[in-house]
């Protein structure tokens, strides 16, 4: 058995076992990013020292485009809808901005700690409410999605799903909300380079916004994601989506 200190990283061996120890704590790695990722990134930052090495606050549109057809493909989600990120977590704390403090928040306990967090530091605070509980600490099979897109409709809900997982799912339950019918007219995802391609330490992600949501006067949210984006961000790493734009290069990347 080995202890180990999260905030040193120390760990203390109590009981000599033959068993093979691994971290499952935040932010590790499992294997060294591949060698074709790495490449481009570093061709990639020789062009900084080009007149043409800074890309703005837009993503490359090629990145988008590469993201939308592989995880998005007949989902009707184009590269317009992409927005790159520099993670998931980013993106959720600046969703909480977009939203703002006079809303209600429901997620599902337990839950990851971002979430409930960057919703504190905007001012909400937590509220138990039943209808809302009993779509949390279930596994979101597609029947349960479907229940949980029509009561956003219901409601007038927003759905913000984080698919940062998606890879590790292996039958046919639903790798994106999008798979559920009416799901772009409620619903947005977030999801992270760092599950498909060990970018804990890069950091790169993007958020899917489809056309089709939008307020109750007809606004699109994706256009005040957008403003929020411009004023909050200046962009994800051109190094990192280089290197994103290489994960495509890879079979075992795509699903």
Same mark, same amino acid.
């Given at each position: 058995m080995i202890v180990c200190n999260c905030q040193t990283k120390k760990c203390t061996q109590v009981e000599v076992? !033959? %068993?093979q120890v691994i971290s499952l704590g935040i @932010?590790?790695? &499992? $294997?060294p990013i591949p060698e074709v990722i790495t490449s481009a990134m570093s061709k990639r930052s020789y062009a900084l020292s080009t007149v043409d090495g800074y890309s703005g606050y837009g993503a490359e549109q +090629?990145?988008?485009? %590469?993201? %939308?057809? &592989?995880?998005?493909? !007949? #989902?009707?989600?184009e590269e317009d809808d992409i927005f790159v990120s520099d993670g998931a977590k980013?993106?959720?704390?600046? #969703? =909480?901005? #977009?939203? @703002?403090? /006079?809303v209600t928040m429901a997620v599902q306990d337990p839950s990851y700690p971002a979430y409930v967090d960057s919703s504190v530091i905007l001012g =909400?605070? @937590? =509220?138990? +409410?039943?209808?809302? $509980?009993?779509? @949390? /600490?279930?596994?979101y099979m597609r029947e349960q999605l479907t229940k949980l897109v029509q009561f956003a409709k219901e409601n007038g809900s927003i759905i913000v799903y984080d698919s940062a997982y998606a890879m590790y799912v292996s039958d046919d339950s639903p790798r994106s909300i999008f798979e559920i019918p009416g799901a772009k007219e409620v619903a947005l995802e977030v999801s992270s380079f760092s599950k498909y391609a060990g970018f804990t330490g890069v950091r790169l992600g993007w958020t %899917?916004?489809?056309?089709?949501l939008v307020y109750s006067d007809g606004f699109p949210v994706a256009k005040d994601f957008n403003r929020i984006?411009?004023?909050?961000?200046n962009g994800a790493s051109n190094i990192a989506q280089a290197g994103g734009l290489a994960c495509f290069q890879l079979k075992a990347l795509r699903p």
């Open positions: 076992s !033959d %068993a @932010g590790d790695t &499992t $294997e +090629q990145l988008r485009a %590469a993201i %939308a057809s &592989t995880y998005y493909a !007949d #989902l009707g989600i980013s993106d959720i704390s600046r #969703l =909480q901005v #977009l939203f @703002g403090s /006079n =909400q605070t @937590g =509220q138990f +409410q039943k209808e809302v $509980e009993k779509y @949390g /600490n279930i596994e %899917a916004i489809p056309k089709e984006v411009c004023t909050c961000f």
